[in-house]
T-cell receptor, first 113, second 116 residues
Framework: DAGITQSPRHKVTETGTPVTLRCHQT?????MYWYRQDPGHGLRLIHY???????DKGEVSDGYSVSRSKTEDFLLTLESATSSQTSVYFC????????????FGPGTRLTVL | DQQVKQNSPSLSVQEGRISILNCDYT??????FLWYKKYPAEGPTFLIS?????DKNEDGRFTVFLNKSAKHLSLHIVPSQPGDSAVYFC???????????????FGKGTHLIIQP
C-alpha cells in the first residue's frame, strides 16, 4: 500500500469554525489531491497540487483552501465550516505512473453541526 | 453535467459467474480510464486502467474494455468471488487541464454484491 496517512480520521465541529485536514505521504510523489465523497456524487476533486507551493482548483473548490509547503504534506482548510461541507474527504497521490493512477488515503469523516 | 456516468447503482451476481460493470463518458479529451474498488470506511483502491488508444486491458480476473466510438467502457470480473463485493468507481483523467497531472473525474459508483 502507498504510504498515505490522513489526520484526523474523524472530526465533529460546529458551523463557522475553521478546520484543517492533513495529508501526509512517504512516497515522495509530486502530485497530491483532495477529493470529497458524498452520497449520489461519487468523488469530486476539490484542489490539487503539482509541486511544493503549486496548487490549482478542482470542481468543488469554493469554501476550501490548500497549502503545500513540503513535498510530503498537503493541507486542506475550511476557513469557516458549513453544514454543506459535511462529507468524507480523501487525499490521493500520484507519481504519474503508466496510467496516471492515483493512490488514496483512508479518508477523514467530517461532520459540521 | 456529469461527464462520467455509471447508470447502475447496484448489481447482484452469483459467485463464480461473470460480473460486468458499465461506464459511459462524454468528454473526448479523457486520455486514461481507471477502475477503483472501495470497501466501506476505506479509501478507494486502484484496480485496473486503460489508455484511450487501447481497446482492452487484462489483469488476472479483471478485464477492461473500451469502445471509444460509443464512449463506453466496461469492467469484467471472471470468476466473481465473495471478496469482490464492494463499490466500484469508474474514473477518467485528462478532463481538467488535459494533462496527466490533473485530477480524476469519477462516476457515482456501482455497488457489486456477490451472492453465494
Amino acid at each position: 500500500d502507498a504510504g498515505i496517512t490522513q489526520s484526523p480520521r474523524h472530526k465533529v465541529t460546529e458551523t463557522g469554525t475553521p478546520v484543517t485536514l492533513r495529508c501526509h505521504q512517504t512516497e515522495n510523489h509530486r502530485y497530491m489531491y483532495w477529493y470529497r465523497q458524498d452520497p449520489g456524487h461519487g468523488l469530486r476533486l476539490i484542489h490539487y497540487s503539482y509541486g511544493v507551493k503549486d496548487t490549482d482548483k478542482g470542481e468543488v473548490s469554493d469554501g476550501y483552501s490548500v497549502s503545500r509547503s513540503k513535498t510530503e504534506d498537503f493541507l486542506l482548510t475550511l476557513e469557516s465550516a458549513t453544514s454543506s461541507q459535511t462529507s468524507v474527504y480523501f487525499c490521493a497521490i500520484s507519481g504519474l505512473g503508466l496510467y496516471n493512477e492515483q493512490f488514496f488515503g483512508p479518508g477523514t469523516r467530517l461532520t459540521v453541526l | 453535467d456529469q461527464q462520467v456516468k455509471q447508470n447502475s447503482p447496484s448489481l447482484s451476481v452469483q459467485e463464480g459467474r461473470i460480473s460486468i460493470l458499465n461506464c459511459d463518458y462524454t468528454n473526448s479529451m479523457f486520455d486514461y480510464f481507471l477502475w477503483y474498488k472501495k470497501y466501506p470506511a476505506e479509501g478507494p483502491t486502484f484496480l485496473i486502467s486503460i489508455s484511450s488508444i487501447k481497446d482492452k486491458n487484462e489483469d488476472g480476473r479483471f478485464t477492461v474494455f473500451l469502445n471509444k466510438s460509443a464512449k463506453h467502457l466496461s469492467l469484467h470480473i471472471v470468476p466473481s468471488q465473495p471478496g469482490d463485493s464492494a463499490v466500484y468507481f469508474c474514473a477518467a483523467s485528462g478532463g481538467y487541464s488535459g494533462g496527466g497531472a490533473d485530477g480524476l473525474t469519477f462516476g457515482k459508483g456501482t455497488h457489486l454484491i456477490i451472492q453465494p
